[in-house]
């Protein structure tokens, strides 16, 4: 059996094979031993962490990984379902060219007119081709990839807007600019038109494959708000 040697301070000879064991050197290597031995239910345990027996400490830190690795599951699986959740209703509109269905919409241009009408004959004019020159007369082209939103009416020029972010500046003619925001509604995207005179809100959503808009147009020089409802045949 081999022997644990013990270091002598005063001298430089080390305990070899052949050197006799004193005994201090047999109750070190005693104390050895039972430390070495495996812990039993009648191994008396410490509660604090830094006296416990090296394989119990080796349990409790284990313990503490596996509670570690659980809560950062856990943590990484709401974020995933939180983040699913908020991608969700930009779903709900399929993306696509879109032409107008005449016979089953209202005619939005008649709506501005019965809501112009008490305007004087020298402001109605320009104050009805201000309403109508922003919205789709024929054709809408609409494209949604989780918050973004591009949207296109007849041959305008095309909108990109993040959903919850910071309108955009959309010119469509020296005199008439708009402030364009976007944001989810459900299974629906509702986007808004600030201009200097009006505002605008249209909200559209796919039912089948059918894209309905709702609109309602206020503005100081109106006494009543102008509502519509306008929908759009996919064509691909």
């Known amino acids: 059996m081999v022997r644990f040697g013990v270091c002598r301070s005063n001298s430089s000879h080390e305990a070899g094979p052949s050197d006799p064991a004193s005994p201090a050197e047999v ?47 856990a943590i990484g699986a709401a974020i995933m379902s939180s983040s699913s959740g908020s991608a969700s209703p930009v779903q709900g509109v399929l993306s696509g060219i879109y032409v107008l269905d005449r016979a089953r919409s209202d005619n939005a241009f008649q709506a501005i007119d019965r809501a112009t009408a008490d305007i004087s004959n020298a402001k109605r004019p320009l104050d009805r081709m201000r309403l109508r020159k922003s919205m789709a007369v024929d054709r809408i082209r609409i494209s949604i990839a989780e918050t973004r939103v ?17 309108p955009i500046k959309w010119k469509l003619i020296e005199e008439l600019v708009f402030y364009v925001s976007a ?32 609109t309602t147009i206020i503005s100081p020089m109106l006494s009543t708000p102008v509502v519509y409802k306008q929908i759009f045949n996919r064509t691909n």
């Open 27 to 73: 109750r070190a290597s005693k104390i050895r031993r039972k430390s070495l031995e495996p812990l039993t239910a009648a191994s008396p345990m410490r509660s604090s962490g830094s006296s416990l027996h090296p394989y119990r400490r080796a349990a409790v830190c284990g313990e503490r990984v596996m509670r570690h690795w659980t809560l950062s599951a």
């Open 150 to 166: 591009g949207i296109a009416y007849d041959a305008k020029a095309p909108i990109v807007v993040w959903m919850g972010e910071e």
């Open 183 to 214: 944001k989810a509604n459900g299974d629906a995207v509702s986007l808004t038109f600030r201009g200097d005179d009006s505002e605008r809100t249209s909200t559209y959503r796919s039912v089948g494959q059918d894209l309905v808009e709702d």
